[in-house]
């Protein structure tokens, strides 16, 4: 078992910037993949960006590269979301997601075996 809660987001105006963190923890699994996702009304939840666990790799969706950063601490117990240049679509709730395997899409919500609860971020224009 993998327990993830989030923390962070909240409202920021366009051209701002916001974090949202995910408290990692569990004593019978770790994670091979840290991944953020996103939904937004109406749409079907999409891959942000991840990380791989042990080797700090990370990958971006290519609507977010070079505004939004993952990470993770040194401990491996907190995953991070920085976001900049935040623009009105990027407006949903934010997930953070562990993936067990070593063999599934990072990209891939349904290959993502823990969820965290969600968190809003919201951008007006």
């Known amino acids: 078992q993998v327990q993830l809660v989030e923390s962070g987001g909240g409202s920021v105006q366009a051209g701002g910037s916001l974090s949202v963190s995910c408290a990692v923890s569990?004593?019978?699994?770790?994670?091979?993949?840290m991944g953020w996702f996103r939904q937004a009304p109406g749409k079907e939840r999409e891959f942000v960006a991840a990380?791989?666990?042990?080797?700090?790799?990370?990958y971006y969706a290519d609507s977010v590269i070079a505004r939004f950063n993952v990470a993770r601490d040194d401990a491996k117990t907190t995953l991070t979301l920085e976001m900049t240049s935040l623009i009105p679509e990027d407006t949903a709730v934010y997930f953070c997601?562990?993936?067990?395997?070593?063999?599934?899409?990072?990209?891939?919500?349904?290959?993502?075996?823990?969820w965290g609860q969600g968190t809003q971020v919201t951008v007006s224009s």
């Open positions: 990380i791989f666990w042990d080797r700090g790799n990370t």
């Open positions: 997601a562990a993936q067990i395997s070593d063999d599934a899409d990072i990209n891939v919500a349904s290959e993502y075996d823990y």
């Open positions: 569990g004593r019978t699994a770790s994670p091979y993949v």
